[in-house]
């Protein structure tokens, strides 16, 4: 598996997080009615009840909140 660098800056992130966040709240508020938390997003990925696409994304979102302190 080949090794890929990206560079990119705090507004880079800052964007990245948010596109991520607004695609989980949208979607969950489509199917529950009501807005998600990033405290719940932490509890369903903790309980295992994210998919593996949601998976992928909430682990990248993690990663942003690493590189950025947070």
Sequence with gaps: MPLTIRRTNNAQLRERK??????????YSAIEGSALTER???DLASMGRLSTE???LYDELRRID?????
């Design 18 to 27: 948010s596109d991520i966040l607004s695609r989980f709240i949208s979607e």
């Design 40 to 42: 719940d997003l932490r």
């Design 54 to 56: 949601e998976r992928a």
């Design 66 to 70: 690493l590189l950025l302190g947070e």
